[in-house]
């Protein structure tokens, strides 16, 4: 079985890339290294954040790493919260107040439409092996709704549907959402690599 570390302490998205993974790899991520540093994530793009995260945790631990940054991208906000978004309201992984936060600013907006997207880096021994991105569009409803997810889930409806993330659960989800369309150029760059 092979060993892939996910660079990230979000048990939410362990699980999404575990289940996506499926079996033939053992996933774990940051919480079984509490040793490891944390990775400031000071760039100005997904691709940089991720890359940051990837490179500097497989200089640490051997095998093959992954990270992954995302977030959402609302058009009326010129694309904000994006990288920002897990600390849209100053408080880092706080989904109730970035979601409070994203319904105030846009309470006057009519047009919602925005998207998620995701950037994945694959690193080992320090240097970055491939990269990855994957979006989804949608808009962003006025209200929560939806017990299931995470982060903007109960806010975002994606195209093509009439329930948010939160509502479509983690199996629709786990088919269209943005991590899911990196995590399928992931599985086939793994593939590849391992044939």
Same mark, same amino acid.
């Given at each position: 079985? +092979?060993?892939l570390?996910v660079a990230t302490g979000?048990?939410?998205?362990?699980?999404? !890339?575990?289940a996506?993974l499926?079996?033939? /790899?053992?996933?774990?991520?940051? =919480?079984?290294?509490?040793?490891?540093?944390? &990775?400031?994530?000071?760039?100005?793009?997904?691709?940089?954040?991720?890359?940051? =995260?990837?490179?500097? !945790?497989?200089?640490?631990?051997p095998?093959?790493?992954?990270?992954?940054?995302?977030g959402?991208?609302?058009?009326?906000?010129? *694309?904000a919260?994006?990288?920002?978004?897990?600390r /849209?309201?100053?408080?880092?992984?706080?989904?109730?107040?970035?979601?409070?936060?994203?319904?105030?600013?846009?309470?006057?907006?009519e047009?919602r439409?925005?998207?998620?997207?995701?950037?994945?880096?694959?690193?080992?021994? *320090?240097?970055?092996?491939?990269?990855?991105?994957?979006a &989804?569009? *949608?808009?962003? !409803?006025?209200?929560?709704?939806?017990?299931?997810?995470?982060?903007?889930d109960?806010?975002?409806?994606?195209e093509?549907?009439e +329930?948010?993330?939160?509502?479509?659960?983690?199996?629709?989800?786990?088919?269209?959402?943005?991590?899911?369309?990196a995590?399928?150029?992931?599985?086939?760059?793994?593939?590849?690599?391992?044939?």
């Open positions: 079985m +092979q060993k570390l979000n048990a939410h998205k362990t699980e999404e !890339i575990r996506m499926g079996a033939g /790899y053992e996933v774990t991520d940051l =919480k079984s290294h509490p040793e490891l540093p944390k &990775v400031d994530e000071t760039g100005t793009t997904f691709l940089e954040n991720a890359t940051l =995260k990837a490179v500097e !945790i497989s200089r640490e631990v095998g093959l790493i992954l990270s992954d940054d995302s959402l991208e609302v058009d009326a906000l010129g *694309g919260p994006g990288v920002y978004s897990a /849209y309201a100053g408080e880092d992984g706080n989904d109730e107040a970035n979601n409070a936060k994203l319904l105030t600013e846009l309470a006057d907006v047009e439409r925005a998207r998620f997207r995701c950037v994945m880096v694959l690193a080992e021994n *320090g240097e970055t092996l491939a990269h990855f991105d994957g &989804v569009e *949608g808009r962003i !409803i006025t209200e929560r709704l939806g017990d299931g997810g995470f982060g903007y109960p806010l975002f409806v994606p093509g549907h +329930q948010s993330f939160a509502e479509l659960g983690d199996e629709v989800k786990n088919t269209l959402s943005h991590r899911a369309r995590m399928e150029k992931v599985c086939r760059w793994l593939a590849d690599r391992n044939s």
